[in-house]
T-cell receptor
Framework: DAGVIQSPRHEVTEMGQEVTLRCKPISGHNSLFWYRQTMMRGLELLIYFNNNVPIDDSGMPEDRFSAKMPNASFSTLKIQPSEPRDSAVYFC?????????FGPGTRLTVL | AQSVTQPDIHITVSEGASLELRCNYSYGATPYLFWYVQSPGQGLQLLLKYFSGDTLVQGIKGFEAEFKRSQSSFNLRKPSVHWSDAAEYFCATSSNDYKLSFGAGTTVTVRA
């Protein structure tokens, strides 16, 4: 199994630009999570999908952030417009049951 | 809401020495408890987990953890550390809804 796949691995963009992060969960997993990791705040859950439906988006920072899961094998996290304070590593994880498997992350730098 | 505390931000240990990383949880019922490891530039890998049953849990890479309800702790141990164990370690907890709450992490440095 390839594990959770995230793309791109690194993204550098300028303030105000739209950023789209992508995630392919492990086949058969029915839950998908987006996390953000920063030095200041550690690992934070942004949003949680179950069977492609958003269950909890209370961790999404603000309206600039949106996430979709159009099917069981694909999810996106979009930031529009991006700001320097969005610079972080964004992780996608998938699970079936209580064990989450993490992708390698996308390191986002907003200049 | 459940939470975990990792009191040690950074630990340095000699190769071959034993390692213990502390984790304290706050939760009314018995939580699900996890230890993850993150190597530089990598995602998180599950080392071990505790749901119920035997309070001493064996994980991968020679790690083990012990759940102590009386102390609200779930400390991670390894008898003999290898240089490849240098990484950041996260304790996490979740309730039945699978939402993980992570501790701040402990960075382990291994000296030769």
């Amino acid at each position: 199994d390839a594990g959770v796949i995230q793309s791109p691995r690194h993204e550098v963009t300028e303030m105000g630009q739209e950023v789209t992060l992508r995630c392919k969960p492990i086949s058969g997993h029915n839950s998908l999570f987006w996390y953000r990791q920063t030095m200041m705040r550690g690992l934070e859950l942004l949003i949680y999908f179950n069977n492609n439906v958003p269950i909890d988006d209370s961790g999404m920072p603000e309206d600039r952030f949106s996430a979709k899961m159009p099917n069981a094998s694909f999810s996106t996290l979009k930031i529009q417009p991006s700001e320097p304070r969005d610079s972080a590593v964004y992780f996608c994880a998938s699970s079936v049951g209580s064990q989450q498997f993490f992708g390698p992350g996308t390191r986002l730098t907003v200049l | 809401a459940q939470s975990v505390t990792q009191p040690d931000i950074h630990i340095t240990v000699s190769e071959g020495a034993s390692l213990e990383l502390r984790c304290n949880y706050s939760y009314g019922a018995t939580p699900y408890l996890f230890w993850y490891v993150q190597s530089p530039g990598q995602g998180l890998q599950l080392l071990l987990k505790y749901f119920s049953g035997d309070t001493l849990v064996q994980g991968i890479k020679g790690f083990e953890a012990e759940f102590k309800r009386s102390q609200s702790s779930f400390n991670l141990r390894k008898p003999s550390v290898h240089w490849s164990d240098a990484a950041e370690y996260f304790c996490a907890t979740s309730s039945n809804d699978y939402k993980l709450s992570f501790g701040a992490g402990t960075t382990v440095t291994v000296r030769a």
